[in-house]
């Protein structure tokens, strides 16, 4: 391939996926023309829907065809009919956290926006969010105490007892807090570290880890608070915040807390990174942060602004295709900003107009220039 062209593998998934995932290949389509580069797509299945094709929610193939790829671009999985399946064959857990795991996908970027023209959608009082909020929540996706050992129920004299581990080491920490960093410095240069030192060893280590690293970006305001703390500082005051840097367990958490204040899910991407390729770029997966709505499946609905912000994040952080990737978030505001609303974020008291999922897509492609 030339240096311009690129091997994506879509995997749109089940429910409201494909409707939304087809819509972010239209806007990527229209980014590539303006901006001279290709895409070269690989179709394959996940989740629900591999499961009744091919037996398995992450089939040999689809997993061979993202070891090749540039990178991967995600839909949604999951749904009531698969739901009476034992946990582990479930579409989520056999297929989007194996995925994490086979590619050390250990951080996860969340971009948590309330565009000024959306504040009406969110929770929070208006004289809070006023002009709107950019907050960017940095996960750590693979240590802590969703992975850490021993884990088990076992059955006592006194009952049953359950034991979950929360365990970091100091590289696993590093490696995050840089890739936090780094973010803030591209961003508006200040970091938040959230922890519970004042309770876990983990959050002893964590800060002390992340002061070491701060020291090699001088340029970048640190500050730390305690997770709870942060919870309730994150409705506040939530333009306040740029950066928060986050253990697996509180950053599951707070970045679900600003899914809600930013508004409604279906705005809000998400980028699963991985290996450093250099030059500031990672192989990653790239999702919307809601599901699969079933609920809404087939009317033609859907909010497609999640899943093209999360294209935009691929062509930014894996393909480093910065200008197109401007250009698309420009362009999701652009749309915004004129009024045009799928039902999620539709307020009859606005000068809006209410549209479907096509023609959302449709006022994107409009704007991008």
Wanted: aromatic share 6%.
């Amino acid at each position: 391939m030339s240096s311009n062209e690129f091997k994506i593998s879509v995997l749109a998934g089940d429910g409201i996926g494909p409707e939304v995932m087809l819509e972010a290949l239209r806007v990527l389509d229209s980014a590539s023309n303006k901006y001279n580069f290709k895409l070269r797509l690989d179709h394959q299945l996940v989740g629900g829907i591999a499961i009744d094709q091919k037996s398995h929610p992450l089939p040999e193939e689809t997993l061979n065809s993202c070891e090749t790829s540039d990178a991967i671009l995600f839909g949604s999985v999951g749904g009531p009919k698969w739901e009476s399946l034992p946990p582990d064959e479930q579409p989520e857990r056999g297929a989007l956290l194996p995925l994490r795991k086979h590619f050390g996908l250990f951080a996860n970027l969340r971009p948590s926006v309330c565009f000024p023209s959306l504040t009406g959608a969110s929770p929070i009082r208006t004289d809070i969010i006023e002009g709107g909020f950019d907050v960017l929540c940095v996960r750590e996706l693979t240590g802590g105490i969703y992975f850490g050992e021993p884990k088990s129920i076992n059955q006592t004299t006194d009952g049953r007892i359950a034991i979950d581990t929360m365990i970091y080491n100091e590289s696993e920490i590093d490696r995050i807090a840089r890739v936090a960093f780094n973010a803030a410095r591209g961003r508006s240069k200040k970091l938040t570290s959230i922890d519970k030192a004042n309770v876990l060893r983990n959050g002893i280590l964590w800060r002390e880890i992340v002061e070491n690293v701060s020291k090699d970006f001088p340029d970048v305001e640190l500050d730390h608070l305690y997770v709870d703390n942060a919870a309730m500082q994150l409705i506040r005051r939530p333009k306040e915040f740029d950066v928060l840097l986050a253990p697996n367990l509180f950053g599951d958490i707070l970045s679900d807390e600003m899914a809600m204040i930013a508004g409604s899910l279906g705005m809000l991407a998400s980028a699963s990174l991985g290996q450093s390729k250099g030059n500031g770029l990672y192989f990653g997966m790239y999702e919307p942060s809601g599901g699969s709505a079933p609920d809404i499946t087939g009317k033609g609905i859907a909010n497609p602004c999640a899943q093209i912000l999360s294209a935009s994040l691929m062509l930014r952080y894996s393909l480093g295709l910065t200008d197109a990737a401007d250009s698309i978030d420009n362009a999701v505001r652009s749309a915004i900003d004129k009024g045009y609303r799928t039902g999620d974020i539709f307020s009859s008291d606005a000068d809006t107009k209410q549209v479907n999922t096509v023609e959302m897509s449709d006022a994107i492609i409009d704007n991008i220039i």
